[in-house]
């Protein structure tokens, strides 16, 4: 790893950084900072960041709409990614990576006050997603491409959870 290419990974954690702290707010920003700080231990390419960028869709579509439920998708993407990335060369430790995601969005939803009943419907969905996105590894190895599309699914399904 050079010098260059961990500079550039910083710089572009500020600035994703920067956009959930402007766009969103400290919740947006805590659950990003963690996803990043747990990607930078297996990887601290610029291009290990690429597919951090798309959770900013969701970002922005709630600063379009004001639908504050959206940062459900976005941490679901971040969770996706964390347990893809991190379960590559240990599959506990890629449940270990979302789970902890997860559960710090549980704890910035208590924190927000959310009740007992929707705390237990956002802990039952994590669960399961996360879930189906830690059962996708051994069938992965590593393609980056079919992993993209199995965080852009789970964040969907997380969108489509929001019915419930």
């Known amino acids: 790893?050079?010098?260059?290419?961990?500079?550039?990974?910083?710089a572009l954690e500020i600035l994703f950084l920067a956009a959930t702290q402007g766009w969103g707010g400290w919740p947006w920003t805590a659950i990003g900072a963690a996803?990043?700080?747990?990607?930078?231990?297996?990887?601290?390419r610029p291009a290990s960041l690429a597919m951090v960028v798309p959770s900013l869709v969701w970002?922005?579509?709630?600063?379009a709409t004001g639908n504050r439920e959206l940062f459900f998708p976005f941490t679901i993407h971040l969770a996706s990614l964390v347990a893809l990335r991190l379960g590559r060369e240990n599959l506990w430790r890629g449940m270990a990576g979302g789970g902890l995601i997860g559960g710090l969005f549980l704890v910035i939803r208590a924190l927000q006050q959310a009740s007992v009943k929707v705390l237990g419907v956002e802990s039952v969905v994590t669960a399961l997603i996360l879930g189906l996105v830690v059962?996708?590894?051994?069938?992965?190895?590593?393609?980056?491409?079919?992993?993209?599309?199995?965080?852009a699914l789970a964040s969907l399904l997380a969108y489509a959870s929001l019915a419930l």
Do not use: N, W, Y
């Open 1 to 10: 790893m050079t010098r260059g290419s961990t500079a550039i990974f910083i």
């Open 35 to 44: 996803a990043i700080g747990l990607l930078a231990v297996v990887d601290l």
């Open 59 to 63: 970002l922005a579509l709630f600063r």
């Open 135 to 151: 059962a996708t590894l051994p069938v992965l190895r590593g393609r980056d491409v079919v992993g993209g599309g199995v965080v």
